[in-house]
């Protein structure tokens, strides 16, 4: 049973490029999370994909935006880059949106930005 | 609003010491309460949960026991090895609600 997998593994990007991240939920699951952690620092929630449309968002500019497919992948997109985005990106992923299901996190993809 | 304190590492220990890494919340209501592991390279794994006051979790000899008069879920090992070296969260969820609120991660090294 494959878990959560995201790609690519590394980015490299220049300021105000935009990028777009990938993830595919373990099998069975319906709902996306997407997380920023800065080096050295926790998980930081971006926001949450659950029936193709956004259900909650954290404390992140409009730059950062996403998408869910019918069969439930999802897009993390950010546009304008800084070099304060740069940090590794997670993706989680549950059945069902709210409720104590546990995430499941993949390996992430690590963002540079020059 | 909602938010998790833990120590500050870098914590190292020798192989087969007692291992404390304490952590605090803020949170209304009774959110459920989560150790997360991230070995080097890696994502984060979910080590043990306790969704209650007084529940304790338990996994791999790592226990938590989640004490709402304190507001603390403290991780605690009798008998650390190196293949414990790791980055460990503390979290917490809100029953309502399903986004993760985590600490800042305490790095855990230990040395043979």
């Known amino acids: 049973d494959a878990g959560v997998t995201q790609s690519p593994t590394h980015l490299i990007k220049t300021r105000g490029q935009q990028v777009t991240l990938r993830c595919s939920p373990k099998?069975?699951?319906?709902?996306v999370s997407w997380y920023q952690q800065a080096l050295g620092q926790g998980p930081q929630f971006i926001f949450q994909?659950?029936?193709?449309?956004?259900?909650q968002r954290g404390n992140f500019p409009d730059r950062f935006s996403g998408h869910q497919f019918p069969n439930y992948s999802s897009e993390l997109n950010v546009n304008a880059l800084l070099l304060g985005d740069s940090a590794l990106y997670l993706c989680?992923?549950?059945?069902?949106?709210?409720?104590?299901?546990?995430?499941?996190f993949g390996p992430g993809t690590r963002l540079t930005v020059l | 609003g909602d938010s998790v304190t833990q120590m500050e590492g870098p914590v190292t220990l020798s192989e087969e010491a007692f291992l404390t890494i304490n952590c605090t919340y803020t949170?209304?209501?009774?959110?459920?309460l989560f150790w997360y592991v991230q070995y080097p390279g890696e994502g984060l794994q979910l080590l043990l949960k306790?969704?209650?006051?007084?529940d304790k979790g338990s996994n791999k000899g790592f226990e938590a026991t989640y004490r709402k008069e304190t507001t603390s879920f403290h991780l605690e090992k009798g008998s650390v090895q190196v293949s414990d070296s790791a980055v460990y969260f503390c979290?917490?969820?809100?029953?309502?609600?399903?986004?993760?609120?985590f600490g800042s991660g305490t790095r855990l090294s230990i040395r043979p």
């Open positions: 989680a992923s549950t059945r069902g949106a709210g409720g104590p299901r546990e995430q499941f």
């Open positions: 099998s069975g699951h319906d709902t």
């Open positions: 994909y659950y029936e193709e449309e956004e259900r």
């Open positions: 949170a209304t209501g009774y959110p459920s």
């Open positions: 306790a969704t209650k006051a007084d």
């Open positions: 979290a917490l969820r809100k029953s309502s609600a399903s986004k993760i609120i």
